[in-house]
């Protein structure tokens, strides 16, 4: 049975703010990198604990998983079979400041 992926307005937020960075000068892009990152996501319903632990915040243990330049900070949440996207994060930048 499939997990449910549920994606916070944190991190709807967030990759809309991706999306409209990149569409500003390369609208394909945008529209590629983002659905690169949604068909990655997806993929969570079947493989919720694909990505790496990431340790850090005080609600984690949290997971990650890297789509080109982007991370994807989740967790999963076994008892209610439900992953939570909770940010998309540019790679080059500092680490977030997790738990949301």
């Known amino acids: 049975m499939e997990f449910e992926v549920v ?3 944190q991190a709807l937020t967030s990759l809309q703010e991706i999306h409209s960075f ?3 000068f390369n609208p394909a892009a ?3 990198i983002s659905s690169v990152i949604v ?3 997806e993929l969570l319903k079947s493989v919720p ?3 790496a632990l990431y340790p850090k915040g005080s609600l984690g243990p949290y997971r990650t998983i890297v789509v080109e330049k982007y991370r994807v ?3 999963v949440i076994e008892e209610k079979r439900r992953v939570e996207i909770l940010l998309v994060w540019h790679s080059s930048r500092q680490e977030p400041d997790l738990p949301l």
Request: net charge positive; glycine share 6%.
């Open 7 to 9: 994606w916070t307005d």
């Open 22 to 24: 990149l569409a500003q």
């Open 30 to 32: 945008a529209e590629r």
């Open 39 to 41: 068909e990655r996501v």
């Open 49 to 51: 604990k694909m990505g």
């Open 73 to 75: 900070f989740y967790r």
